[in-house]
């Protein structure tokens, strides 16, 4: 006689039942898949983030994210240099579309299934953004990043990344820094700075902590989507995080503004 699967007797632990965030998306920008560089892409440092990712599905978390295009073009240089602003953040949201691709290739490399859905249609290399899409992709348990932003210029990726998060019904958002949270000011250049445990979205806002910019911020509140910001430095730092074990600063409705002493 068959035995029955243990995993579907009412009770049965299953892969991500203890998270506290079962949908998540992550957020970095390309400047951290630069690594060492000053410019472009730096393999190790793609491969290290794609395993980081790895971590967190391994754990049952289901993940979606966001990359900014910095390491390549950035929309606000460009038009500072004399392009005009709109063009400038086509090129930009171009950018985000190399590192998406890049990415991909090293999830799929490490045995993760990846989708890039991108808001500018490129049908010869990507899938278009559909919403119902992305979700279904997410269920099916496959890494979605989404890449062009939201599609229009005079957004950024911080935007695009509290859009998506909200649009894809997102318990959380991740936000991947070279510091392990939020502080008072820039701890590579105020030893004096303090770091904060929790915040309220209003707290980041009214102190001008360079956290998000001030719109992702506003929509990450009315949907009331928690931000944890941690290092994404730290190999293996947002598994831990996910799994509740991770140094990060948490911004919600209910952050006290405590501070942790250095």
């Given at each position: 006689m068959a035995s029955k699967n243990t995993d579907d007797k009412p009770g049965a632990s299953k892969p991500g039942a203890a998270l506290k965030y079962r949908r998540?998306?992550?957020?970095?920008?390309?400047?951290?898949?630069?690594?060492?560089?000053?410019?472009?892409?730096?393999?190790?440092t793609v491969a290290r983030i794609a395993a980081d990712v790895k971590a967190g599905c391994?754990?049952?978390?289901?993940?979606?994210?966001?990359?900014?295009?910095?390491?390549?073009?950035r929309g606000l240089?460009?038009?500072?240099?004399?392009?005009?602003?709109?063009?400038?953040?086509?090129?930009?949201?171009?950018?985000?579309?190399?590192?998406?691709?890049?990415?991909?290739?090293?999830?799929?490399?490490?045995?993760?299934?990846?989708?890039?859905?991108?808001a500018i249609p490129m049908a010869s290399i990507c899938e278009?953004?559909?919403?119902?899409?992305?979700?279904?992709?997410?269920?099916?348990?496959?890494?979605?990043?989404?890449?062009?932003?939201?599609?229009?210029?005079?957004?950024?990726?911080?935007?695009?990344?509290?859009?998506?998060?909200?649009?894809?019904?997102c318990h959380a958002l991740f936000k991947g820094t070279k510091v392990d949270g939020v502080y008072s000011a820039d701890p590579t250049r105020d030893k004096s700075a303090e770091r904060y445990d929790r915040l309220d979205y209003l707290e980041v806002l009214s102190r001008d902590l360079k956290v998000m910019d001030a719109s992702a911020i506003s929509l990450a509140r009315e949907n009331r989507i928690p931000i944890l910001v941690f290092s994404i430095q730290e190999a293996g730092?947002?598994?831990?995080?996910?799994?509740?074990?991770?140094?990060?600063?948490?911004?919600?409705?209910?952050?006290?503004g405590h501070v942790r002493d250095r």
């Open positions: 998540v998306l992550l957020k970095i920008s390309g400047e951290v898949l630069m690594g060492a560089q000053e410019f472009g892409l730096d393999p190790g391994d754990l049952g978390a289901q993940v979606c994210l966001v990359i900014g295009g910095g390491n390549i073009f240089s460009g038009a500072a240099a004399g392009i005009e602003r709109a063009s400038a953040d086509y090129m930009g949201m171009l950018a985000t579309v190399i590192n998406a691709l890049a990415l991909q290739n090293a999830l799929e490399r490490a045995g993760v299934h990846t989708r890039v859905l991108s278009p953004y559909i919403r119902r899409r992305a979700i279904r992709h997410m269920e099916k348990g496959r890494v979605v990043i989404f890449a062009a932003g939201t599609g229009n210029p005079f957004f950024t990726t911080d935007t695009a990344a509290a859009l998506r998060a909200s649009e894809m019904g730092g947002f598994a831990k995080v996910l799994a509740g074990k991770g140094r990060a600063t948490v911004i919600s409705e209910k952050g006290l």
